[in-house]
């Protein structure tokens, strides 16, 4: 297997679940703006993404993947199926008996989560109705990141990285046919999310079915529970979820203190998260998705070479693609952020202050994306204890930057102290990574960061010189003219900035890699 294709299929992929959903979140944005009901929404969302991230896509994915790896490598098909089967049962049931306490305890969860939408006696009933509607969105959408781990073992990246895009495609179709139709319009956003997370699951159906690795749900979850693998599965899965977690707390936390900011503060937040997750999903989410299944190879195999070698290709393409990123999120946020968002109800103060939230996290970017390269070095050995440590730690740091930048920032200050905590957390992976010589550096970084140095000065200089010499707000009256300037600017940045390393004699050979 080509990683370098592999990638850029799941990136591919990838672009076009975060173009829809930019298209989704503007659409929400001209119809709602930044308001209560957008910020009621969001903290709905939020609490059903949080657990989906605790329970399923982060925490089980880690522990998931390398048993399941370890089982297709040595024991053979009909015994990784049984571990598909058994997990699937477990997770299956566990998620109902969590969406039904989830839907009965909906007030309780949105005040933790927001009690400062208390004070707007119309935002909390709304978060509280949305998120009854929204809770059972957990059940689905965990059992597509079970398929997704599945596929993706078997080489098969394409249908799980496709299957976003149908969650914004139903949000699409909610905002603009159901919506004006509705009585609270929006509520069809929150139905959106579950019709989205059926979608998803049922997508990668056929994918499985041509492995012969459909889950089959069992009315026995008791008996599942007794299946060796899924007991190996859940004592990796504990440990993992206090990993995954601990960057959770930290987000409720946020969101609390960003309820208690004022009203849009949560919305502007989001509309920042949405720009930030489009380098952290082309780049940290698709490499990570792709170098798990082939880490937890080198592992089975006993290949440390192959296992250092693989992390040192996933840094490097990392830091070539997250360090242009990162520039163009600092000094480029609000001209992106005008372009994309600034129209109907999102008015030219919101722009600014989403800017200023996505600037912020431009600051922190590469460790955000960083952490998705560096922590699938312990999963795949099936070390989930380090990671933990490692992020309990950052869950202080990340506060008491809260402490520090929130009142200087507002808003601002909390995707800064995301940002910061996540380079602290990307080090100290690095720094154990190195420790135990699971890796160890090629030759040539020197020159590397010498080469990724100089491009991005010129392109940042440029990038700076655009930002501030148009009125990028002031171009609302012509939206035609801005977007196509916002698009001949990413081309020009993108030219200028691997043009100069080509000029500095970048070998670009180096990333066509092929794995077993």
């Not at 992020?391 to 990340?398: E, Q, S, Y």
Request: net charge positive; proline share 4%.
């Amino acid at each position: 297997m080509n990683l370098f294709r592999a990638l850029l299929t799941v990136s591919g992929f990838t672009l076009l679940s975060r173009v829809t959903g930019l298209a989704r979140e503007t659409l929400i944005a001209r119809a709602f703006g930044a308001s209560q009901y957008t910020d009621a929404f969001y903290v709905a969302f939020r609490i059903p993404n949080l657990l989906r991230r605790i329970s399923a896509e982060g925490a089980f994915s880690q522990a998931f993947v390398p048993i399941l790896a370890e089982f297709k490598n040595q024991q053979g098909h009909d015994a990784t199926k049984a571990l598909v089967d058994a997990t699937s049962t477990v997770l299956a049931w566990a998620l109902v008996v969590l969406s039904a306490l989830g839907i009965a305890g909906a007030s309780f969860v949105v005040y933790v989560v927001a009690s400062g939408l208390r004070a707007d006696g119309q935002a909390y009933p709304l978060a509280v109705a949305m998120t009854r509607i929204m809770f059972p969105y957990i059940i689905f959408i965990s059992l597509t990141s079970l398929a997704s781990a599945v596929l993706n073992t078997y080489k098969n990246f394409s249908l799980p990285a496709f299957a976003p895009v149908l969650l914004n495609v139903a949000f699409i179709v909610a905002a603009v046919f159901f919506a004006p139709h509705m009585k609270t319009p929006v509520y069809a956003l929150a139905w959106a999310v579950i019709a989205g997370g059926v979608l998803q699951f049922l997508v990668q159906l056929p994918g499985l079915k041509k492995i012969d690795m459909v889950p089959r749900i069992g009315l026995n979850p008791v008996r599942a529970l007794a299946h060796r693998g899924v007991k190996r599965v859940l004592a990796k899965m504990v440990p993992a979820m206090f990993a995954v977690s601990a960057s959770q707390i930290s987000l409720i936390i946020n969101t609390n203190i960003a309820s208690h900011i004022g009203p849009g503060a949560v919305s502007w937040i989001n509309y920042a998260d949405r720009l930030m997750e489009f380098p952290t999903a082309l780049l940290g989410v698709a490499l990570g998705t792709i170098l798990l299944p082939s880490l937890s190879r080198a592992h089975v195999d006993a290949d440390p070479h192959e296992y250092s070698s693989l992390l040192d290709w996933g840094l490097r393409v990392t830091f070539l693609l997250a360090a242009p990123s990162a520039i163009a999120l600092f000094f480029f946020a609000e001209p992106l952020t005008a372009t994309l968002f600034h129209y109907g109800k999102f008015d030219g103060n919101s722009v600014v202050m989403v800017g200023r939230a996505l600037s912020a996290y431009g600051v922190g970017l590469i460790g955000l994306i960083l952490i998705k390269i560096l922590a699938p070095g312990f999963y795949a050995k099936q070390d989930i204890k380090t990671p933990v440590k490692i992020a309990v730690g950052v869950l202080i740091v990340t506060q008491l930057c809260n402490y520090v930048f929130v009142p200087i920032f507002a808003h601002a200050g909390l995707t800064l102290s995301i940002g910061l905590g996540s380079c602290v957390n990307a080090a100290a992976l690095f720094v154990m990574l190195r420790r135990r010589g699971i890796y160890m550096p090629s030759s040539g970084w020197m020159r590397f960061f010498v080469q990724l140095l100089g491009a991005c000065l010129v392109m940042g200089g440029v990038m700076h010189w655009f930002a501030i010499s148009f009125d990028w707000i002031g171009m609302h009256a012509e939206p035609v003219h801005r977007i196509a300037l916002l698009g001949a600017c990413l081309v020009l940045f993108a030219a200028l900035y691997f043009g100069m390393l080509w000029l500095m004699g970048f070998k670009y050979a180096y990333f066509r890699r092929r794995v077993k």
